[in-house]
């Protein structure tokens, strides 16, 4: 189950999605989730829902895999859309479980939020997908420069988020390593009821904590070791270059951006 | 016991770009009572074969029976939790699952989950701490405020605890020093001795230990089973070693060198220090090769 997980993995690929300044995928996306959420238009939602779909196809990642990598977001997505079912009451009254009524607002509502969720995660996905957590790191640490001026340590901010995601997948192998480990000492995680489920994972969690302490003193060492003194003066090896094709992609989704704004002014 | 493996291939995820066969149609039998060792190349595929000897893993194809279980890739976990009770396996550094406030709560962890009353448990617990050379005053203190060495010993602790029939072991000497590893074997060859139906089960690189302890060998290469056979019989295919995939042992590599230095055929299967000793003394009476 969980080597399915897609979040902060990186797939390689020489696709435009690929090739893309993490600075223009970084910026697209804030703007994405941004204006996404200023409108509820169809146009508006439709314009979201194809260059959501654009961006998936266009960077040549099976489908399948994707698809096995988010289904588990899927859930909160689902739940999202029952929520609203729910909990709306406007418009009238389409069943009645009961105590509980769906209105027509309701299912709208649902919709809406739950499409919009939707639309939002697969694009997220797609960026930590398509761009090394290293691209990734230099396109964010780039553009919260300006604050550094104010004496935000952007730069420690950045490597920290860096050192967050590359671990992503080292811990992910390593919590199977050692739920297999107690597996073989008879552990079970999927019987029983859910507290006893919950205490089942403690056996994973406690030896994952201290794996985690152990190799941040161990990381910390090894780039003390190799001179790593802070963000202070220091160069970078590679230099992220900003294209015409980043300008494009860019204006595509400003253009999104002042479609959504104009619906809800005009 | 024993464990027929027949026909099994493995696939790590398959279907996305990070599929990876890891085994191909292997079909090997692992007799009862008896020690064996896998050997190859870091991933050849004998870690997953060995995940998939307990049940930790579902083979893609093929079926493994074990003990009068069967594996095959829709297995239920039902079963494979039952066939568990009867399979230890220690993994690499298996000091790094310690988990429990205590050594003892620790080593009671697995004869607790299939069952036992603590008062069983406990019992168990001792006996298995005694096993691996653990005095009973450390069964109180934190896993975590011991040295390294024992922390090994009381996750070896915590899976002998199981009283399984077949230990399954993934390099169960990695990271020790000499002396360290010697008492890890002595504990594991000690421990099959105790019953006729015990059987062992070990992944290494250690060809001077494969040498000495291994009833059986499986070579594995590239997710296949390259070839089988005693010490003796692998040793003494020129093919394999002029290879390279299969490294002498300490012993065998002396051997090999007189030999060579005497233009003698290769006769190199003796691999205790004694064995190699009483070769070279019988060459030397007799005055070959020319020693």
Not at chain 1, 152 to 181: D, N, W, Y
Not at chain 1, 194 to 201: D, E, I, S, T, Y
């Amino acid at each position: 189950m969980l080597e399915h997980v897609l979040i902060g993995q990186y797939v390689p690929g020489r696709s435009v999605v690929h090739r893309l300044d993490p600075r223009a995928k970084l910026a697209s996306l804030f703007l994405f989730m941004v204006f996404l959420f200023v409108s509820r238009e169809l146009v508006v939602l439709g314009a979201a829902a194809v260059l959501t779909a654009a961006a998936l196809l266009s960077a040549g990642i099976s489908l399948r895999f994707f698809w096995k990598g988010t289904r588990l977001v899927l859930i909160i997505v689902a739940l999202t859309f029952f929520l609203h079912l729910f909990l709306t009451q406007e418009g009238r009254v389409l069943l009645e479980i009961g105590p509980l009524a769906v209105y027509s607002g309701g299912l709208l509502e649902g919709f809406v939020v739950g499409f919009r969720l939707l639309l939002l995660i697969v694009l997220a996905t797609l960026l930590t997908l398509t761009t090394t957590p290293v691209d990734l790191t230099d396109g964010i640490e780039s553009l919260l420069r300006p604050l550094s001026y104010v004496r935000v340590p952007t730069h420690e901010f950045a490597l920290m988020m860096s050192i967050a995601l590359r671990f992503i997948p080292t811990l992910l192998t390593e919590t199977q390593t050692i739920m297999k480990a107690q597996m073989a000492r008879g552990a079970a995680f999927s019987r029983g009821s859910v507290w006893n489920r919950l205490k089942a994972f403690l056996p994973v969690l406690i030896p994952l904590f201290s794996q985690s302490f152990k190799r941040a003193e161990d990381l910390a060492t090894a780039m003390e070791a190799r001179g790593y003194n802070g963000g202070a003066g220091r160069t970078k090896y590679r230099e992220l270059s900003w294209k015409l094709s980043d300008t494009l992609i860019f204006c595509m989704f400003l253009a999104f951006a002042g479609l959504s704004l104009w619906t809800r002014i005009g | 016991m024993q464990i027929t493996v027949t026909n099994v291939s493995y696939t790590y995820m398959p279907g996305g770009p990070f599929a990876v066969e890891a085994l191909r149609d292997v079909t090997v039998t692992f007799a009862s009572g008896e020690t064996h060792a896998i050997i190859g190349a870091t991933g050849s595929g004998k870690s997953t074969l060995l995940q998939l000897l307990n049940g930790l893993e579902k083979p893609s194809e093929g079926s493994i029976d074990a003990g009068g279980h069967t594996i095959t890739a829709d297995s239920r976990q039902k079963d494979l939790f039952d066939l568990r009770r009867h399979i230890g396996m220690v993994f690499q550094f298996p000091e790094q699952q310690l988990f429990a406030e205590t050594v003892l709560e620790d080593v009671m962890f697995g004869p607790l989950n299939y069952g036992d009353d603590r008062e069983t448990a406990e019992k168990k617990a001792y006996r298995a701490l005694e096993k691996t050379g653990l005095p009973p005053s450390l069964a109180e203190r934190s896993p975590f405020t011991l040295s390294g060495g024992q922390m090994r010993r009381a996750a070896i602790a915590g899976v002998l605890a199981l009283e399984p029939k077949l230990l399954l072991l993934d390099e169960p000497t990695a990271g020790l020093d000499p002396d360290g590893q010697e008492e890890i074997m002595r504990l594991f060859s000690e421990w099959q001795q105790e019953e006729a139906d015990r059987t062992l089960l070990l992944i290494t690189h250690d060809m001077n230990l494969t040498a000495r302890k291994a009833d059986h060998i499986v070579l594995m290469e590239s997710g296949r089973v390259r070839t089988e056979g005693t010490p003796s019989s692998l040793w003494t295919r020129e093919d394999l070693i002029e290879e390279g995939v299969l490294p002498l042992p300490e012993t065998s590599r002396i051997l090999a060198g007189l030999c060579t230095e005497s233009k003698a055929p290769p006769a190199v299967d003796a691999f205790t220090v004694e064995d190699a000793a009483d070769r070279i003394a019988s060459w030397v009476r007799k005055g070959e090769p020319d020693a």
